[in-house]
């Protein structure tokens, strides 16, 4: 596939999930047997689809206004490297966090490789500490 084919697939999966959220688009991105490898570090066990779908419902549920906006991406062979502003209002639990009202404006960075059109591998970093002050967790 051409670089910008896999850039594609990365955008059109990121412009899923915001409002209106196409859960079809979100799940048919990724090919079977995605590696979830970015996840693990967050809930502690390996991510396989169906866990990952578990974990964006609720996430969507702590978040129901989230915007992505991609700032920016670089493809090179099968790798979409991408920096994503991410942006809603805190309506449900969050990272273990009791809904707070607060409006959150925080970074995500990552990795996902892109095989046959889909998402074969996908590895994020989350602003985290950004995060949990904007919901008054730390003080940092």
Same mark, same amino acid.
């Given at each position: $596939?051409? %670089?910008? =084919?896999?850039k *594609?697939?990365? !955008?059109?999966?990121?412009?899923?999930?915001?409002?209106?959220?196409? &859960?079809?688009?979100?799940?048919?991105?990724?090919?079977?047997?995605?590696?979830?490898?970015? %996840?693990?570090?967050?809930?502690?066990?390996?991510?396989t689809?169906? =866990?990952?779908?578990?974990? &964006?419902?609720?996430?969507?549920?702590?978040?129901?206004?989230?915007?992505?906006?991609?700032? =920016? $991406?670089?493809a090179?062979?099968?790798?979409?490297?991408?920096?994503?502003?991410?942006?809603?209002t805190?309506r449900? @639990?969050?990272?273990?966090?009791?809904?707070?009202?607060?409006?959150?404006?925080? @970074?995500?960075?990552?990795?996902? !490789?892109?095989? *046959?059109?889909k998402?074969a591998?996908?590895?994020?970093?989350? *602003?985290?500490?950004?995060?949990?002050?904007? &919901?008054?967790? @730390?003080a940092?």
């Open positions: $596939m051409a %670089l910008e =084919d896999n *594609d697939v990365v !955008r059109r999966f990121e412009e899923a999930g915001n409002d209106p959220k196409d &859960l079809d688009a979100i799940w048919n991105s990724f090919a079977p047997g995605c590696q979830f490898t970015g %996840l693990p570090r967050q809930a502690g066990h390996t991510f689809l169906e =866990d990952y779908k578990t974990f &964006l419902l609720s996430y969507f549920e702590a978040l129901p206004d989230v915007v992505f906006t991609i700032e =920016d $991406m670089v090179e062979d099968d790798k979409v490297w991408f920096r994503l502003n991410i942006q809603g805190h449900g @639990t969050l990272r273990g966090v009791p809904a707070t009202g607060n409006r959150v404006n925080y @970074t995500q960075i990552g990795m996902f !490789r892109v095989r *046959d059109g998402i591998e996908t590895n994020s970093y989350f *602003d985290n500490v950004t995060l949990l002050k904007q &919901l008054g967790v @730390t940092i």
